[in-house]
């Protein structure tokens, strides 16, 4: 690093800035950080920690003084001065820290030296190096109870002492490696190369946060996307302290993304799924290609802008926002059509300023502060009894019918059935969270096609309870037939059933939770969910009450209708879905409504499998009146 800096210089001043900035820098990180160990109250705690500031401060004022001509250079003369004046009067900790992180930072600016590595370093390289080179000091574990630590007149760093290491960026322990530390053990490891040093820089910044923090801050880090423009890059993450990002996020969402970090900093080298950055980098070069008349990649980039992009933060923004989450998902929607129509280039550059304009909107409602209480409370409990009510008439509808026709033996069936979708469920979360992760078009295939699976199993079990409403002969029917029937094959049929429809919307449900999960108010989002489940099972409740007392026929011709009407809803929803996973092409339909809930999206093809549906139940069901009055003759 001393050779970069010397060689992006030239003459003798080159080599004062190579040799007192990164020191003069390094000398400020330590009397930051150090300090508070010398002096508290106004009152020495450590004669030695106190005289070692106060030279320390002294060489700081030395090493400035004797930087080359700046117009800054004056005014970092006059923060050396005061900073050196505060610790001669045994300021308080907090000031000199603040006073000290202050100048360090307008060094950096005035006398620009490399501050960041070329590429994400390796941290099982950091590993063996410090097992070599650092353990038998700071110990394995980075807490300073080497083998060596007690034969040192200085006491090794404990890494691991998290107060300090709050205090600390990677930059910092960088600086320490290269050059060591005057009068300690701590000799400069100036002769390993650069990757080398920053793999020991991060791996030491580890110890002190945890396996766990680490986890929830990929968690944070992933769904929360004004955490990743706080940190864009290396050059910020390496001199980025834990304290520092405290500021804006909370110390201990700070602690979990600086864990998660400085484990992976691969991850701030690449845009991170579920970006409204990747959508818009996705949807320009869209442009730029179908310009170049490459139609095919342009729909491809059309495509990954929503599925990469923007999808993976649709829960989020729909928890926030769901108005605004419709707009975006129709003009994302729109802007495919566009190209698959061969619409002019300039027409389609006007839909991604609309896009892109839409997308400030996005990132204010999921900014931090858009996030409260109750936001979080209302969007678990609309979310949970949305997605869980369309199940719920489904399962509960099965129950009743069962127990009107005096099959009780059959129940378990179905109870199996919504049970082991819990549980399936509980399953995808874990993986999705831990393991491999779901992409956006995993998301939109499992919707949609469940959904279509459950809408074509539900239309004839519709039309079949439709025409057992029709018929005289029901009673002999469940008698004589449905006990046969639910013998054999039906039972599981029932199982089937139960589950495809109660995973779709589990499924659907854990994408929203999980983005919620991320942004904190963990127990509202548990209040919300609580109570949409109490609500739930009062509806369970009702249903299975009064169902009782309804006739048989009246019943059968109420859940035909039931389940005619959810058909028609899943249609919809399944077509969308596969629309927006690129499976299914768009046609928008100029002025359409958009009703989310009951599967009605402004395109023809979702529309035109509404309409199929409906013609499908009125068919089966004029079928069945003209059996009946066949029979009746």
Known sequence: MLALSVGMLGGGAAHAQGADVPTAWRLLDYVAVDYAGAVADGKV??????????????SISERIAALPPSSAK???????????????????????????????????????????????????????????NCASCHGMNGDGRGADAAKLATPPIAFADIGRARQRSPFALYQVILQGIDGTAMQSFGSLPSDDRWALAFY?????????MATVGERIWKGDASVRARVPDLTTLAGLTPQALAGQFGQPEADAVIAYLRRHPEAVTQPAAGSLTVARAKLAQSVAAYRAGDRLTARELALSAYLDGFEPIEPTLTARDATLMGHIEGAMGEFRAAIQQGRPADELATRVQVLNGLFDDADAALSPDAASSASTFLGAFTILLREG????????????FLRKGDRTDALPYVHGGWIGALLAGGATWAVATYAIGISGASRELTEGFGSLLAAVVLLSVGIWM?????????QRYIRERMSHALSRQSSWFLFGLAFVVVYREVFETILFYAALWTQGNGGMLLAGAGSAIALLGLIAWAMLRYSRDLPIAKFFTYSAWLMAALTVVLAGKGV???????????????????????GIFPTWQSVAAQLAMLVAVAAGFTLNRRRAVATAR
Not at 204 to 212: I, K, P, Q, V
Not at 466 to 474: F, I, S, V
């Open 45 to 58: 705690k450590s004669a030695s920690e106190y005289a070692e500031m106060r030279e320390f401060g002294a």
């Open 74 to 132: 004056g005014g970092l003369v006059a923060g050396a001065a005061r900073l050196r004046s505060l610790i001669a009067a045994k300021g308080q900790p907090e000031d000199v820290a603040w006073l000290a992180h202050g100048l360090a930072a307008d060094l950096l600016k005035a006398y620009p030296i490399p501050l960041a590595p070329a590429r994400a370093p390796d941290l099982s390289r950091g590993a063996t190096l410090f097992a070599q």
């Open 204 to 212: 030491a910044g580890r110890f002190a946060f945890t396996d766990a």
């Open 389 to 400: 009510l369309e199940a719920l008439l489904i399962v509960v509808a099965m129950i009743a």
């Open 466 to 474: 439709h025409g057992k409403a029709q018929a005289d002969q029901w």
């Open 576 to 598: 969308a879905a596969l629309q927006e996973a690129g499976i299914i092409d768009i046609a928008p339909l100029a002025g359409g409504l958009r009703i989310s809930m009951l």
